[in-house]
Nanobody, 123 residues
Framework: QVQLVESGGGLVQAGGSLRLSCAASGRTFTSYTMGWFRQAPGKEREFVAAIGRIRNTYYVDSVKGRFTISRDNAKNTVYLQMNSLKPEDTAVYYC?????????????????WGQGTQVTVSS
């Protein structure tokens, strides 16, 4: 099985930036879809961004132009660069992996999940 460990969360002022990292185990990392989801208190888990096997990407409208997902296959790591952060970005952010390598926005399609990392944006 694939194991995922997120890092890079923290407290930042509105307008600031954070870069989240997700370190993955397994030699099949390069074939997997990697996604980022977030969940705020009282809300359902929300798709944020995904990157496919061929490095195609997709973002939820609310983060387009501000967030960038990327992957470094040599390091078995996926990143989420978050710029121009807003208070509404505050949530626990989760890294997820899917073996198809195709873009998915439904959390139920992802097989493996990290433990989450807290992102808090103050106004």
């Amino acid at each position: 099985q694939v194991q995922l460990v997120e890092s890079g969360g923290g407290l930042v002022q509105a307008g600031g930036s954070l870069r989240l990292s997700c370190a993955a185990s397994g030699r099949t990392f390069t074939s997997y879809t990697m996604g980022w989801f977030r969940q705020a208190p009282g809300k359902e888990r929300e798709f944020v961004a995904a990157i496919g096997r061929i490095r195609n990407t997709y973002y939820v409208d609310s983060v387009k132009g501000r967030f960038t997902i990327s992957r470094d296959n040599a390091k078995n790591t996926v990143y989420l660069q978050m710029n121009s952060l807003k208070p509404e970005d505050t949530a626990v952010y989760y890294c997820a992996a899917d073996s198809t390598g195709l873009i998915r926005t439904d959390s139920r399609r992802y097989e493996y999940w990290g433990q989450g990392t807290q992102v808090t944006v103050s106004s």
